[in-house]
Every structure is written in structure tokens, then in C-alpha cells.
């Protein structure tokens, strides 16, 4: 029989077997990594040897395993229980690789793994990476844009491979993701994620080429692989490198190869490419700025933070826990100050919930432009991420009970909520408390201790004797949308003292309820009083001027609102 009649005989009873059932691509985990990775930059190849563990995450016992990478890389052999294991490959369309599809493997295991079992295989697979932009510009997104977005390569300059969600470039196992089905692909990651919390990755760099004037250094999550040998033919190198295991979680893995320089700081440290040394510095004035700020609201760094240099000067920037990718090349420094706000929060306050991680580290960038130029321009810089809400959350048909749950910001994989709502969330939440019992919650905060959705809201309830049970419930522990405030009625009358009590009935058309602050302009100044307004209420209060009331003005913009075009009121003749 030829090779090519066995292999069509493999595939009629494979496909014979999978179409007796749905294949499962999401029954097993895989818990633990130990590749032997091969680079080659000039080939642009990656050559990867090692073993992985599976583990069945049914309630079932399986018998078929699902493993993919990249679309431009190939599977070679498979091996289990020492020998070699039937398996089918085939093109899986999906966008958590950058090619916008998988190479998959359906993989005939030798037994059945019961639930909760675990089985080792032997893994080879091999091909290039290269510049990818096909899942965007399929969607039509700009193909400088798209450059851009999606710059991950092996290059012989330039080496960076971001994980899943960018490039398969180790064995995943997913459903598919759509770029253009909404929130499709973080849906897809968030649940690889959940699935992998824990898992252990453990990988052997091996790196041939002839362009670094010097031994190249090789980072994995920003943290540096240590050398264990070093060769040099001529002008070839061949460098290995054993990167720490590391436990995967949110952060997505990513590796460096690039010939950096460092300027190294108590609390950071940046890694450059010789041609920006200059833009390096003024990146690292812009951190020893930001340095008290976010010391005095989140404590010390446990850790340094790690910004490492991109050469693509319009590559958008990405960062995975405390190590921040960006191009130092075009770095301004009212930017600069922003990202390195942004990554010295995340080395002094760690938390496994997006919603507190990147919330606060966003809202430290707010406060960062409150210090710098004041309330005005930190609210101006909410207003985009307010933007962002006004787009994604609903206005006019309410969410039912499990989209609520789904979408809150305890629970959402959406990143327009938990970066942006979440950081106009901490922004009200400083409004209602005030800012030193908000740094006392902070500080109390372990995050070995939150085991539970509220650990977090508990210890701000804690600081105050305010009922904040109604706050958390529209904003944090539900998505009930946004507040819409308007003035239903207002009406002003004159005092014996000469002064002016103003009447004022504040209608929120909204889902949630926020406190809100209400200003009142006169001849000569203004006043501004907070009200607190739950979803679909009215709150009548009183406020007294000096002069006649001319204008109400309802929210400053620091609490985002389905609709501000509704906002503002005029104050009719004072009654006698």
C-alpha cells in the first residue's frame, strides 16, 4: 500500500470517528510546557522540540486531543506512551493567531484519559514566522494600521513573538475566535487563560545567527533567560538560553531577542536600542517624575517595572503585566510620563483581576495628569476611555440577569471595561471616599487573601460609613449601563438674607446610579453640591446662592453617561 493510500485510510477513519461525535477543541489543558525552542532569524524559522501535559477537563473520558499553532508552522510527529501517536492536521480559521488561522492536529490518543487525567506527549513542529497582518486586513483594517497593530516576527534584527491572542507559537488548544464578531476573541482567550491558570512553561532557547556585533540577550516576560552556552564560529553564533519556568495566568508570553542596552532604576528599568539612548533617558526622567505619585498612592514597588525598546516607530504598544513593548523612538514626554505611570503602578500593585490590575494602573495615568496640570486634564483623558463605554454598553434595551453577570467587571474579558470603565470606577469611587481612605484600602490589600469577588470592595466599605452595597452592585458586581442625568425642574427664590435657595429635581433616566456632581453658576462664581442618584430615580435638594442662579450644570465628565447632551439647565426669574 503507498504512503499516500495510508494516509488517505488514516483520514477516512479518523474524520469516521470524529463525526460519531462534536470534536471538543476545549477538553483538554494542557498544564505543563518543556520545549526546546530553535530560532534561526535570518530563516526566519522556529523549530520547537518537547513535551507537553494534557489534562481532561470534561466530565468524560477522551479519547481525541485537539493541539494547534500557527498556520505558518508545521506539525511533524506527535508521540505518546512511547510511540508514535495517529493524528490529522488540517487549517483551522481563527484570529487568536496573527496569520488568522491554526495548524491543527487531531490527535488518536492510546487510551481513553479519564476526567481530571493527564497524559505526556512528545511534541515537534516547525516552519517561520514573518510580518502577519491577514486577520486584520480581512476585516479592512488599513494595511499600515494593521503593521502596526500586529508586529510580532523573527527577524535577523529583531526578535518578538507575543503568545495567543497574537501567535501560536506554542501548542494552544481553542474554539474558533472572530475579530469581527464582537467580543469573539477575548471571549476565546479569557477561557484558554482560565483553563491554563497555573500551567507551568518552562523552554531551552537556542538561537543561531551571524548579525548581533555581541551576544544577544533573550528575555521571556521581561525577565532576563540566563546564557548556559555560548559558541562562536566565525561570524555565527550559537547561543542557548534556559528561561525560569513561569506559571501562566493573564499575562500573555512573550519573547525578546534583541541587542538592548539597559538604564537600570530602583524602581525600573529600560531596555533600548542603541540609535534611541537619548529618547531612553528622557523615558527614565519621565518614570523618576511618576515615581512619587504612584509610591504614595499604591506603596513601594515589589518589582521593578520593564519597558523594552521596539524598533517599529509606529508600533502600537503592549504590555503584559509589569513589561511594557513600545517604540522609545517617537516618545514624547506627556506620553512617556503616561506609560511609565501606567507600568510602575502595575510593579507596585499586583492583582489577578483585570478589573483592579489594569483599573488602577489606568486611573494612576489620571491622576498622573491631575498633578501635572490639574482635575481638568485628567478628566479630559477619561473622556476617550468614557467614549470607548458609550460604544459598548447598553442604552436602550437592558441587559438580562446573565449578560449582566457575564459582562461585569468582576467576570468581563472585555478590555474597553475593564481598562475603561473600570478606571472611571476607581476615579467616582476617590470622588465618594476621598483619596486617604482610598489609599488605606490599597494598602490593605493582599492580593494573596482576594479569594472572593468582594474582598476588594469590603475594604474600601471599610474606610467609610457610607452604603457603597448599591454602588458595587451597578458597576462592579453587575453591568447595568450607564447613568443619564437631567434636570427634570428647577426653581429659585429669593431670601430675607438677599440670598437665592435654589430648588433642584435631578432625574437619572439611566440603568445605574452614580454620585454626580451638580454645579451652579451665578453672577460672580459658581457652587458645586454631589448627589447621589440611583438608577431610574429623582433626587430633589436644596442649594443656597449669593447671587441670582443663572445655569445648572450636571457632571464635570467624571462619570461616564449614556448621554451629556442633556446636561445643562436655565435657571428661570427668582419668585420674590
Known amino acids: 500500500m503507498t504512503c499516500a493510500v495510508k494516509s488517505l485510510c488514516l483520514l477516512c477513519v479518523l474524520c469516521g470517528a470524529i463525526s460519531c461525535f462534536s470534536l471538543d477543541r476545549e477538553a483538554f489543558a494542557i498544564t505543563n510546557y518543556d520545549l526546546n525552542v530553535q530560532i534561526e532569524p535570518e530563516q526566519h524559522r522556529l523549530g520547537v522540540r518537547g513535551k507537553i501535559t494534557l489534562r481532561n477537563d470534561t466530565p468524560t473520558p477522551q479519547k481525541i486531543a485537539v493541539l494547534q499553532i500557527s498556520s505558518s508552522l508545521d506539525w511533524r510527529a506527535i508521540r505518546g506512551a512511547d510511540k508514535m501517536l495517529q493524528f490529522v492536521t488540517q487549517p483551522y480559521t481563527s484570529d487568536i493567531d496573527h496569520t488568522g488561522s491554526l495548524s491543527e492536529a487531531i490527535v488518536t490518543l492510546p487510551q481513553e484519559i479519564a476526567p481530571h487525567g493527564t497524559i505526556e506527549l512528545e511534541i515537534a513542529y516547525e516552519g517561520v514566522i514573518v510580518l502577519d497582518t491577514t486577520r486584520l486586513t480581512r476585516i479592512g483594517t488599513p494595511d499600515d494600521t494593521a503593521k502596526n497593530s500586529d508586529w510580532d516576527r523573527i527577524d535577523e534584527k529583531f526578535t518578538v513573538l507575543r503568545g495567543a491572542g497574537y501567535v501560536a507559537w506554542y501548542p494552544i488548544a481553542t474554539e474558533s475566535a472572530n475579530l469581527s464578531e464582537g467580543e469573539s476573541l477575548f471571549e476565546v482567550l479569557s477561557r484558554w487563560k482560565m483553563r491554563q491558570s497555573g500551567s507551568k512553561l518552562k523552554i531551552q532557547f537556542a538561537v543561531t545567527g551571524s548579525y548581533y556585533p555581541e551576544m544577544p540577550e533573550m528575555l521571556f516576560d521581561g525577565i532576563i533567560c540566563p546564557v548556559s552556552s555560548f559558541e562562536s564560529m566565525g561570524s555565527i553564533q550559537h547561543v542557548i538560553a534556559d528561561c525560569v519556568s513561569q506559571s501562566l495566568g493573564s499575562d500573555t508570553p512573550t519573547v525578546l531577542i534583541a541587542d538592548y542596552q539597559v538604564l537600570q532604576q530602583p524602581a525600573f528599568e529600560v531596555r533600548y536600542l542603541p540609535v534611541h539612548n537619548l529618547a531612553a533617558s528622557s523615558f527614565a526622567d519621565s518614570a523618576r517624575a511618576a515615581s512619587p505619585l504612584v509610591s504614595e498612592w499604591f506603596g513601594a514597588a515589589r518589582e521593578r517595572a520593564k519597558i523594552a525598546d521596539l524598533p517599529y516607530a509606529d508600533a502600537a504598544p503592549f504590555e503584559s503585566g509589569v513589561l511594557l513593548l513600545t517604540s522609545l523612538s517617537t516618545s514624547d514626554p506627556k506620553l512617556a510620563g503616561l506609560a511609565a505611570t501606567h507600568q510602575l503602578a502595575h510593579a507596585s500593585f499586583l492583582s489577578f483581576?483585570?478589573?483592579?490590575?489594569?483599573?488602577?494602573?489606568?486611573?494612576?495615568?489620571?491622576?498622573?495628569?491631575?498633578?501635572?496640570?490639574?482635575?481638568?486634564?485628567?478628566?479630559?483623558?477619561?473622556?476617550?476611555?468614557?467614549?470607548?463605554?458609550?460604544?459598548?454598553?447598553?442604552?436602550?434595551?437592558?441587559?438580562?440577569?446573565?449578560?449582566?453577570?457575564?459582562?461585569?467587571?468582576?467576570?468581563?474579558?472585555?478590555?474597553?471595561?475593564?481598562?475603561?470603565?473600570?478606571?472611571?470606577?476607581?476615579?467616582?469611587?476617590?470622588?465618594?471616599?476621598?483619596?486617604?481612605?482610598?489609599?488605606?484600602?490599597?494598602?490593605?490589600?493582599?492580593?494573596?487573601?482576594?479569594?472572593?469577588?468582594?474582598?476588594?470592595?469590603?475594604?474600601?466599605?471599610?474606610?467609610?460609613?457610607?452604603?457603597?452595597?448599591?454602588?458595587?452592585?451597578?458597576?462592579?458586581?453587575?453591568?447595568?449601563?450607564?447613568?443619564?442625568?437631567?434636570?427634570?425642574?428647577?426653581?429659585?427664590?429669593?431670601?430675607?438674607?438677599?440670598?437665592?435657595?435654589?430648588?433642584?429635581?435631578?432625574?437619572?433616566?439611566?440603568?445605574?446610579?452614580?454620585?454626580?456632581?451638580?454645579?451652579?453658576?451665578?453672577?460672580?462664581?459658581?457652587?458645586?453640591?454631589?448627589?447621589?442618584?440611583?438608577?431610574?430615580?429623582?433626587?430633589?435638594?436644596?442649594?443656597?446662592?449669593?447671587?441670582?442662579?443663572?445655569?445648572?450644570?450636571?457632571?464635570?465628565?467624571?462619570?461616564?453617561?449614556?448621554?451629556?447632551?442633556?446636561?445643562?439647565?436655565?435657571?428661570?426669574?427668582?419668585?420674590?
Open 353 to 576: 483581576r483585570p478589573w483592579i490590575e489594569e483599573g488602577l494602573a489606568h486611573f494612576a495615568q489620571a491622576l498622573f495628569l491631575e498633578q501635572q496640570k490639574g482635575r481638568q486634564a485628567a478628566i479630559d483623558y477619561m473622556g476617550l476611555h468614557r467614549s470607548v463605554l458609550t460604544k459598548i454598553e447598553p442604552t436602550t434595551t437592558a441587559l438580562d440577569s446573565e449578560q449582566e453577570r457575564h459582562r461585569a467587571l468582576i467576570n468581563t474579558v472585555n478590555e474597553g471595561l475593564y481598562r475603561s470603565k473600570a478606571m472611571c470606577v476607581w476615579w467616582m469611587l476617590r470622588d465618594m471616599v476621598g483619596d486617604s481612605a482610598l489609599k488605606k484600602a490599597f494598602t490593605a490589600y493582599k492580593p494573596e487573601q482576594d479569594n472572593d469577588p468582594t474582598y476588594m470592595p469590603r475594604l474600601i466599605a471599610a474606610q467609610t460609613q457610607r452604603d457603597l452595597q448599591w454602588f458595587f452592585d451597578d458597576w462592579v458586581y453587575h453591568d447595568r449601563g450607564l447613568p443619564d442625568f437631567k434636570v427634570e425642574s428647577a426653581f429659585a427664590a429669593s431670601t430675607p438674607t438677599k440670598s437665592f435657595l435654589l430648588t433642584i429635581t435631578l432625574d437619572n433616566l439611566g440603568t445605574a446610579g452614580a454620585e454626580v456632581p451638580v454645579t451652579i453658576k451665578f453672577a460672580g462664581g459658581e457652587v458645586t453640591k454631589r448627589i447621589e442618584v440611583r438608577a431610574k430615580s429623582k433626587a430633589t435638594f436644596r442649594v443656597e446662592t449669593p447671587a441670582s442662579p443663572q445655569e445648572i450644570r450636571v457632571n464635570d465628565g467624571s462619570v461616564p453617561e449614556s448621554d451629556m447632551t442633556n446636561n445643562t439647565f436655565k435657571v428661570g426669574r427668582p419668585q420674590n
